[in-house]
Each structure stands twice: as structure tokens, then as C-alpha cells.
């Protein structure tokens, strides 16, 4: 089901690009300029986080693994064995990673109608098709979203060693502005707000 929607958001957002030229300035449908690489990485980067903090918080908060250190001793058993919470264990982050990159396929670049302000929206949220896909108009661009999946497995390669620092500390927040812009230095610097919380949708966060 999810793959069928998929496919019919994308065949409207193709149509829609095709047809662009008959629409009138300020129409769903109208052509937006291309994104700079700096911004759409940047970009790509805080949806990247945003994504690995929702699968993080949906995991059983009481579920648990066994570690340990590998070490055997004389019976065979590993020395040093404890439990840990399974979201803050480095298998379940390494196989939120690796999987992270194939949500990008739910995006798409754009900008706000009003303001130019570049985004990558996700088409689909809980609820349904998201409904500020009225108040953008969409990249033109033949690779559709190929970029935004590249650009991740780019990100998540690079800061592999971060990421999992960051999301086994005991209160997860703030990732997109930490990684996004205070340790990969895609976004232009911002203190973290005791009060922020990345909105994809929200036009008042409006610096990159």
C-alpha cells in the first residue's frame, strides 16, 4: 500500500512539473529555481535527523539487548555481558542508518510560494498527503529526488560515529541543529534553544 502511494504521489508531482508551463505565476504547479548545493544539504541533512529521531522514538522504550565485550573467558562466555536499552544499542543505530536514506525516496525539493524559502517536503505524513504541498512549488529536476537519497548516504557516511554518540545519549534532541550545523557545518550556525524543535513545514524557521 505504501509503495502504491508512493508511486501515485511522484506521478502527480511529474504531471504537475510537466504542465507547469500552462499555469499561471502563483498556481500549484509553477516551476521553482534549483537549490544550491550548500542549502539542499544542509537541507537533506535535518530531514535525515529528523527521520532517525521518529524511527528512535518508536521503538519499545523497555526493550532491551544483551552486549558485551567479546572477550571469552575459560568456559567460553563473553566476560563482560550487560543489558542496555535495544534503540541506544550499536546494532539497532547501525541498521537505523543503513535504512535512514531510503525515506528520502518519500521527498521532494521545493520552495515556498511565498517566501522562495528551498525545502524537501515529505509528501506524506501520518495523516495523510501533506497538506503544505498547496503552498510550494516543486524543484524541476529529472533525477525527481535520486539526489536527496545520495546526499544522505553521503551524510550518514561521513558521521556515522557521531550519529550513534548522539542518539545513545540518555535524552535524544536537538540532532539536526548538533550534527547538521555545529559538527558538520552544512547549516549556518545555531545555538540550541532549549525550546526548538525542527518543523519541516514551519516557515518561521527560516534561517538555513
Given amino acids: 500500500m505504501e509503495v502504491l502511494?508512493?508511486?501515485?504521489?511522484?506521478?502527480?508531482?511529474?504531471?504537475?512539473?510537466?504542465?507547469?508551463?500552462?499555469?499561471t505565476s502563483g498556481q500549484m504547479g509553477d516551476i521553482a529555481r534549483p537549490i544550491e548545493s550548500k542549502e539542499l544539504k544542509c537541507l537533506v541533512c535535518k530531514a535525515s535527523m529528523a527521520e532517525m529521531e521518529l524511527a528512535a522514538s518508536k521503538v519499545d522504550p523497555n526493550k532491551k539487548v544483551e552486549v558485551g565485550d567479546y572477550r571469552l573467558d575459560t568456559t567460553g562466555e563473553s566476560k563482560k555481558k550487560k543489558k542496555i536499552?535495544?534503540?541506544?544499542?550499536e546494532m539497532y543505530l547501525t541498521e537505523m542508518m543503513e535504512t535512514v536514506c531510503d525515506r528520502m525516496d518519500?521527498?521532494?525539493k521545493a520552495r515556498f510560494k511565498k517566501t522562495g524559502r528551498p525545502i524537501v517536503m515529505k509528501m506524506m505524513t501520518d495523516e495523510g498527503m501533506n497538506p503544505d504541498m498547496a503552498n510550494v512549488n516543486f524543484v524541476?529536476?529529472?533525477?525527481?529526488?535520486?539526489?536527496?537519497?545520495?546526499?544522505?548516504?553521503?551524510?550518514?557516511?561521513?558521521?556515522?560515529?557521531?550519529?550513534?554518540?548522539?542518539?545513545q545519549e540518555e535524552v535524544v534532541k536537538d540532532t539536526d541543529i548538533r550534527l547538521c550545523s555545529q559538527v558538520a557545518k552544512y547549516c549556518k550556525e545555531q545555538p540550541v534553544d532549549d525550546e526548538y524543535e525542527y518543523e519541516e513545514h514551519d516557515e518561521a524557521h527560516s534561517e538555513l
Fill in 85 to 89: 536499552l535495544y534503540a541506544k544499542s
Fill in 106 to 108: 518519500d521527498y521532494a
Fill in 140 to 167: 524541476q529536476e529529472g533525477d525527481l529526488n535520486k539526489t536527496l537519497k545520495h546526499l544522505c548516504l553521503e551524510i550518514v557516511e561521513n558521521y556515522d560515529e557521531d550519529i550513534i554518540r548522539m542518539f
Fill in 5 to 23: 502511494q508512493r508511486c501515485y504521489l511522484f506521478g502527480v508531482l511529474a504531471l504537475t512539473i510537466a504542465l507547469a508551463p500552462t499555469l
